[in-house]
């Protein structure tokens, strides 16, 4: 990238870029946010407004061929990240995208071809992998704190949301032709991408889902077993229609001398037990949760560092969701 500094084009402006996202696209050196679309026009103009964005669209096609535009930040449902990516890439406009990078496995491997056809690269927002807390239990695990590790167990359960309720305007996130699945599809693959950042690729997978609450048509739980290259066993078990006492964000990395627990969205305290006993950590995370990752692809682009977060290296997570749900 010839240019000294990235200016970005939101494709999409909904609650995960108020916060999470999209105030860092400023707030890291060599960036800002130049142009905003949504399909509501009003919407992108009220966003840019508020941001201090200088232009909006509401066609994707022209944000993308805004000259001043030169990457793109692609912040939809999941049934138009391939989608979008591509026309982006194909327009030479690197591209970061929401997570997961598609609706499907055969859709991450059409990303990627585009990305290797046109030498442009597509990254991915699995932000987590580059937050301190979970920085600290990679560490905690590679070192041997917990000495040789023997298993790794997911649990999560949660209460329906109310918006479940609503059969006439049920969330895009249980609407499988635009998220991929059901909540396992929108939560399932922080997850799965942390563990394979710390052990490796899972490279067997399989699993059961059902609908056992009967609020939406997509599955409500799912339970999983999964290997990874080296033959390291885990299981994995998720409701999203549990009663609020079973409610659980739980990962345990069991070892032969301890074992590390920690959540993935609620960041509770992280547990290490061996036998000195119990230790607590509390391991605080930026303002902005992205604004880590963010600020690598950044560097990548002014070629003054290097992300590694590409969606060859997302690829995976949709591989191993899709086996888990049989749709491989």
Not at 160 to 187: E, K, M, S, T
Not at 222 to 228: C, G, I, L, N, P
């Amino acid at each position: 990238m010839a240019q000294d500094i990235v200016r970005w084009g939101f494709i999409g402006c909904g609650e995960v870029t108020e916060k999470k996202s999209g105030p860092a696209f400023g707030k890291v050196e060599g960036s800002m946010v130049q142009a905003v679309m949504s399909r509501n026009r009003d919407k992108a103009r009220s966003y840019a407004e508020r941001h201090h964005i200088p232009s909006y669209y509401s066609d994707a096609q022209q944000l993308i061929d805004d000259p001043q535009v030169n990457a793109i930040y692609i912040a939809t449902p999941p049934s138009s990240h391939a989608t979008y990516a591509i026309m982006a890439m194909k327009s030479g406009k690197p591209v970061y995208v929401e997570k997961p990078l598609a609706q499907s496995y055969e859709e991450c491997l059409r990303v990627n071809r585009v990305s290797r056809e046109t030498g442009v690269p597509c990254f991915v927002a699995y932000y987590r992998r580059c937050l301190p807390y979970f920085q600290f239990v990679k560490d905690l695990v590679l070192k041997g704190t917990i000495g040789r590790v023997m298993g790794v167990q997911i649990h999560f359960a949660v209460p329906p949301r109310d918006l479940d309720y609503n059969h006439a305007a049920l969330p895009w996130r249980v609407q499988r032709d635009i998220a991929g699945g059901g909540y396992f599809y929108d939560l399932a693959p922080h997850q799965l991408d942390l563990l394979q950042e710390i052990f490796g690729p899972i490279t067997r997978a399989s699993g059961f889902c059902a609908n056992r609450g009967g609020l939406y048509d997509t599955e409500d739980t799912v339970s999983a077993a999964f290997q990874f290259a080296d033959g390291l066993p885990g299981s994995g078990t998720w409701s999203f229609c549990a009663h609020d006492s079973a409610r659980t964000d739980r990962i345990a990395i069991i070892g032969d001398k301890g074992q590390v627990r920690f959540s993935v969205f609620t960041y509770e305290p992280i547990l290490l037990c061996t036998s000195e006993g119990e230790k607590v950590f509390n391991i605080p995370n930026p303002q902005h949760v992205q604004q880590p990752l963010i600020q690598q692809v950044v560097e990548h682009l002014l070629k003054t560092g290097t992300c590694t977060l590409d969606s060859v290296s997302a690829t995976s997570v949709n591989w191993v969701m899709d086996k888990i749900l049989g749709k491989l």
